[in-house]
């Protein structure tokens, strides 16, 4: 049997994988989510585009701020397939999200910000929560941290 040539610019699962710093049941749950693609070759073997390191390292970067897999996904369809994206291409994808992860810092800092002057104190001090609590009317709310939980 002659070896099918591998072309120049693609990737085996193991070298993606290794380059990527993913492991090779990632990259499959991946293509099964359909977050990257791979051709086939006869032995059935995937080969990756070597842009797919970069839709890797995006996912990757997606999922790390708490984007799920389906907004992702969405994200990615409007990449082109014909081409390698283009550093615009990949501005205008993660421009979709600039508002949501700017509300989310925002909420962020919000916790962080309570968890320092109420829970960080140690005490829950009506005295010195007057401001937040008066007259402990978070008691009549629930149990626990109620201005952190919603109530």
């Known amino acids: 049997m002659t070896p099918v040539p591998r072309r120049a610019a693609e990737l085996t ?17 991946y293509e099964d989510q359909e977050l990257i693609s791979s051709r086939r070759t006869p032995g059935n073997q995937r080969r990756y585009s070597r842009d ?6 995006f996912v990757r970067a997606s999922q790390r701020v708490g ?4 907004d992702i996904r969405a994200a ?10 283009t ?6 994808v993660s421009e979709l999200w ?3 992860l700017n509300t989310r810092i925002k909420q962020l800092q919000e916790l962080r ?12 001090s009506l005295g010195r ?8 009317i978070h008691r009549r709310i629930g149990k626990g941290p109620t201005r952190l939980t919603g109530g």
Do not use: Q
């Open 13 to 29: 699962v193991g070298e993606l994988a290794e380059r990527s710093g993913v492991s090779t049941s990632a990259l499959r749950f």
């Open 52 to 57: 797919t390191l970069r839709r890797v390292a």
């Open 67 to 70: 984007i799920s897999l389906e």
């Open 76 to 85: 990615l369809k409007l990449l082109p397939d014909e081409r390698t994206p």
């Open 87 to 92: 550093r615009e291409d990949w501005a205008r």
């Open 98 to 100: 600039r508002h949501d």
């Open 113 to 124: 910000d309570d968890l320092v002057s109420c829970i960080g104190c140690g005490c829950l």
């Open 129 to 136: 929560c007057a401001l937040v609590n008066p007259g402990d």
